[in-house]
């Protein structure tokens, strides 16, 4: 389809000249305007809507050479034709192009010589034009790859994909897509600087789309999550890469877009793959984690004298599960505590965590105490298990009287809390899988109030922070027990987990009543 004539502005301070050649451009279907002075013709492009300048070299006021500079520095898009009836030598028509100017016409001027001239001229421009735009959106569209396939949760693909489409069209964005779980939501952005925002939206009755991508115009009012431009319609790229899933969608303004649509086609593909992928890793996660905590109790005994919680958390940035366990279980009048920590996070590193959680209540169940099941679990390690490392601490409890015994394997202390005070239980030994000797087990009361708590590093450390600041911060909020252990764990998660949790976590929290 041929581009429209497009708007002229004609400037010269002769009213006959003026009239000739806005006559002859009209007739050729141009929309023309007039202008006699440099200075109008400069505060009519300012005003905008001029693609072409028919520009006479002398004005009363400036040069048309100054016009025509002033235009190539403020207005680039914008393309000028001198006409002239006196710098005809071939001095004045190289200034006039080198001072850029598009094409430089000496009168006597034929009628057919200025139309093909300006259309020659603004096909030019217009090409350059869509040549430089596709260039910028396919750049945007590079960076809104990478930003999407970084995404680290699928609400924040959503967010990435609609302001990386905001910024490739400049314009609000929406982009619509279903989670693992069967829920559609839509990122949207009002605009290349906004704030992304993701809600729960559905598109409405899903047509039975084919594999790949549709384009398709709806109007603004099927849309109503954003405020579109008046009067503008939506292009909606529809993109699907399996039967099995659900349509993802890409809308934006009709007004903003080329003859195929390639940028918003190839952007709703990019966005589908990555989609995908996600809902892969969610997928894989949630079974990750399904398979995880079927390896922890599942139940807390109820113990008199005793008051129990306990929190599990799987490291929310990473598909594979972690090698954190606990144990609370009632054997012979005693309460055996344990928590631990295997090296890796892997589904190797949670078998390893199986056995050896089963290897504790193993040598437990037998009557050892606390210092000689670690010393045969790590035997057994390091027999079956070679290259294994572990941490591991462990408590028997009397709840009758208090009294504890405790040994650990190179594990972070437990804090002990009471009327306001907190003391971490040191117990140094080497980690299971190390052969070494092991020092006696710890013995102490725990007295009636005080709240043990038992830890994985997951809790406290962090990579930009040194551990003593994690433990600092911990003793912080533990001066302040709650009278609801579930409670206490709850504020330990909410002060001390950041969002997106990059280690498993294990917490036990104790208190003798």
Known sequence: MEDAPGSVLVVDDSPTKRYVLVSWLTRAGFQVTEAQTGAEAMERISAGGV?????????????????????????????????????????DRAQGLTRGADAYLAEPIEPEELIATAKAVLRYYRARHRAELLARRMVELAHTTLAINS?????????????????????????????????????????PDAVPFVQPWTVGDEVDLPLGSTVRIDKSSQWSLLEWPDGDQITVAAARLRRDRAVLYVAVPTSVQMPGQPVLVQLAQAVAAAVEAQRSFDEEHRIAVTLQRSLLPQVVPTVAGLEMAVRYEPASAQTEVGGDFYELVMLDGHLLVAIGDVAGHSLHAATVMAEVRHAVRAYAV??????????????????????????????????ETGRV?????????????????????????????????????FEFVLPRGATLLLYTDGLIERRDADIDEGLAALAAIARDVDADLERFCERLMVNLVPDEISDDLAVVALRRT
């Open 51 to 91: 693609e072409l300048v028919v520009l006479d070299v002398r004005l009363p006021d400036v040069s048309g050479f100054e016009v025509c500079e002033w235009i190539n520095a403020e207005y680039p898009s914008v393309a000028v034709i001198h006409v002239s009836a006196h710098a005809v030598d071939v001095g």
């Open 366 to 399: 037998e009557g050892h105490q606390p210092g000689a099941i670690l010393s045969r679990v790590d035997e057994l390690m390091r027999t079956l298990l070679p290259g294994e490392l572990a941490t591991v601490c462990i408590m028997l409890v009397e709840p």
């Open 151 to 191: 995404a680290s949760s699928f609400q924040h693909l959503l967010s990435e994909a609609a302001l990386g489409a905001a910024k490739i069209f400049r314009t609000p964005a929406v982009v619509v897509a279903e989670t693992v779980e069967g829920e559609s939501l839509a990122g949207a952005a009002a605009g």
């Open 405 to 441: 015994r405790m040994a650990s394997a190179g594990h972070l202390p437990p804090a002990l809390a009471l009327a306001g005070k907190v003391d971490f239980l040191e117990h140094r030994a080497p980690l299971l899988g190390v052969k070494a000797n092991r020092p006696e087990d």
